[in-house]
């Protein structure tokens, strides 16, 4: 059976830091693409980033230079570090596992295999 928890999600202020974890069972997490979305209240899902395997990074235009995504294959988890917080950051924050070794950013959430449940994360202006 597979899991994706995060945990991480709290109340900032902006211009605040918070990092968020996801840690992954159930499968062979070297093999996932692993990503990041989040959705705000009244809107749809979006795209955060991604991480492949061998630790490349692909982020969003909203998040580019404030947030960074790192993962450590031998515990099972995946990171999200969030920095320089806004207000439009308020969001629910889901990780995905999606089994592919293709090199294309996927920015689709349907597209992924597997979903965590979720972590608020709330900052305050």
């Known amino acids: 059976q597979v899991q994706l928890v995060e945990s991480g999600g709290g109340l900032v202020q902006a211009g605040g830091s918070v990092s968020l974890s996801c840690a992954a069972s159930?499968?062979?997490?070297?093999?996932?693409?692993m990503g990041w979305f989040r959705q705000a209240p009244g809107k749809e899902r979006e795209f955060v980033g991604v991480i492949w395997s061998g630790g490349r990074t692909y982020a969003a235009d909203s998040v580019k230079g404030r947030f960074t995504i790192s993962r450590d294959n031998a515990k099972n988890i995946v990171y999200l570090q969030m920095n320089n917080l806004k207000p439009e950051d308020t969001a629910v924050y889901y990780c995905?596992?999606?089994?592919?070794?293709?090199?294309?950013?996927?920015?689709?959430?349907?597209?992924?295999?597997?979903w965590g449940q979720g972590t608020q994360v709330t900052v305050s202006s």
């Open positions: 159930g499968l062979l997490f070297r093999t996932y693409v």
């Open positions: 995905a596992a999606k089994r592919t070794f293709s090199t294309a950013v996927e920015s689709n959430w349907g597209r992924y295999n597997y």
